[in-house]
């Protein structure tokens, strides 16, 4: 006889038990950010509005995101393994002690680089992400292998070294040394 499923039990894949915010949820009922203070996170911050005089790739704004991104984190006590700055989005791969200094620096890193993008002040209007940071955890291994070689590549595509249509024929990036 097959035992009952007791139906108190979510009924979710094991990805929704890894990822949250981006556009995985939208439209759906809320629910608490995964968050594995053993194992590194893949953070994606979206910006449509970072065009321009906006880019975070800006000469004038590249160097105050990338080094208020690493102040704010050591002052929470998450590390950062890997950083990349695509001009319209962040990508961060960090280790979090634990879920409350998570959320407090998600909450600081976003608010401290829409400031800085848009000039804006506490309490002026206007949004400058596109909506909740995507985050998923990765495993160890093959998942963090891929996670790395994703970096890499936003990192050239960034640079203007790869195009698209070469990222998506499949091209393989080496990693330079001393990267991983």
């Known amino acids: 006889m097959r035992p009952k499923q007791l139906s108190f039990l979510p009924k979710q894949s094991v990805t ?32 449509s509005r970072a065009r321009g005089a906006l880019s975070m790739l800006h000469p004038k704004k590249r160097d105050p995101v990338d080094t208020r991104a690493h102040h704010i984190a050591r002052r929470h006590g998450v590390r950062i393994y890997r950083f990349a700055n695509v001009g319209n989005h962040l ?43 995507y985050t998923r955890i990765v495993t160890w291994g093959r998942d963090l292998k891929n996670i790395e070689q994703y970096f890499i590549k936003n990192i050239f595509e960034a640079a203007g070294l790869l195009t698209r249509r070469a990222r ?12 991983g």
């Open 16 to 47: 929704a038990h890894r990822e949250h915010g981006g556009s995985i949820r939208g439209g759906k009922r809320k629910t608490a950010r995964a968050i594995d203070t053993k194992s590194p996170m893949h953070i994606v911050l979206r910006s």
């Open 91 to 133: 990508h961060l791969l960090v280790k979090t002690p634990t879920r409350i200094a998570f959320q407090r620096f998600l909450r600081e890193l976003t608010g401290v680089i829409a400031a800085l993008m848009t000039g804006a002040t506490k309490g002026s209007p206007g949004r400058f992400w596109d909506g909740l940071a």
């Open 168 to 179: 998506a024929a499949g091209l393989r990036v080496i990693p330079l040394a001393g990267w």
